[in-house]
């Protein structure tokens, strides 16, 4: 099969589709009169096609008919809708992509009554060609199909294949639900910002260039965070004056209650860290109510994110773990300036 021939159809034309759909596209993996569009609001199949030159269509079945991949991309709660109405409409040749939350192999080979299905869980930054997607496939999924849809997934960033559809349930709590909380930080370092004087885009300016430059950093470097975060720390020290009666490399008592203090803080923020991961685990069916690991965690969480959580929440969303480990960073940086 050479590349004009591949045939792709979406079936849901949201954000994430159109990023896919770009992808394809700037990569060279199909021509736009080569992918279709299932879609149910007018106004966004016109602005598909218009942008992209992709056919669009009200009608699932007319868009996946001929398609060599087929990608689900709707919201989880029409994908029973979906799966009945191409329930007997795929035949052996289609393999289907789903970017569908939640949608297990096995759910979706019953509810589709087909067997060549790849699984992938993506990520926001996927939008901008950064993404971070992890996927698995059956063992009916061809090796060509793989190739396909490992292209695709390139085109969207850096993508991971598994073995074991289990990972990507706990891929669903660190890469897809991660940036959510990374944006959250990056809005309090802009809120610092604009407290400390600093416009509002000169605070986004620098505050985004940071956590860009931080995290590329970490990836080039192949260093450790922590060694990271140290170095920051000594960078901040190097270019301290001392302060008048201060010994350097003294420190007595106080040094090793600053010590202690900052051990204490690490250990706060891992065990939060820790409950999260957990939590999650227990969302994504891997781990069981009751956990006595998880138990010890709320233990120890509990008085501090008891009182943040009854301001620290969006509606039903509890961002207490998060502005309690903002927090305790910034306690770390008040006790390494006073080290």
Avoid: C
């Amino acid at each position: 099969m050479v590349v004009e021939e591949l045939t792709i159809s979406f079936i849901g034309g949201g954000t994430m589709a159109e990023a896919m759909l770009s992808g394809i596209l700037e990569g060279g993996l199909a021509t736009s009169s080569a992918i279709a569009v299932g879609e149910p609001l007018a106004a966004r199949r016109d602005y598909l096609s218009g942008r992209y030159g992709v056919k669009a269509t009200p009608e699932n079945l007319e868009a996946i008919r001929g398609a060599h991949l087929v990608v689900l991309a709707v919201k989880p709660q029409q994908m029973e809708a979906v799966m009945k109405e191409l329930r007997g409409h795929l035949d052996s040749s289609q393999a289907v992509l789903s970017i569908v939350a939640g949608a297990t192999l096995r759910s979706m080979s019953r509810g589709l009554e087909h067997l060549a299905i790849i699984r992938v869980m993506p990520n926001t930054p996927a939008q901008v060609a950064e993404g971070m997607s992890v996927w698995t496939a059956a063992p009916e999924v061809s090796t060509r199909q793989r190739e396909v849809a490992q292209g695709m997934l390139k085109a969207l960033g850096e993508e991971m294949y598994v073995s074991e559809e289990k990972y990507l349930d706990m891929a669903t709590a660190l890469s897809a639900s991660g940036p959510a909380y990374v944006f959250l930080f990056l809005e309090a370092l802009i809120d610092a910002g604009v407290y400390l004087g600093l416009t509002r885009d000169m605070a986004q300016t620098l505050a985004t260039q940071t956590v860009l430059g931080s995290a590329t950093l970490a990836k080039k470097s192949g260093r450790h965070p922590v060694e990271l975060r140290n170095m920051g720390h000594y960078h901040q020290r190097r270019h301290r004056r001392p302060r008048e009666g201060h010994r350097p490399g003294g420190g007595g008592v106080m040094s090793y209650v600053l010590q202690l203090v900052n051990a204490l803080i690490t250990f706060l923020s891992l065990a939060i860290f820790g409950r999260i991961i957990l939590d999650w685990l227990i969302v994504g069916g891997i781990m069981r109510q009751g956990n006595p690991l998880r138990e010890a965690m709320i233990r120890i969480t509990e008085p501090i994110l008891a009182p943040i959580r009854r301001y620290a929440h969006i509606g039903m969303i509890d961002l207490s773990p998060m502005v309690a480990i903002i927090i305790l960073m910034l306690i770390q940086q008040a006790l390494a300036s006073l080290s």
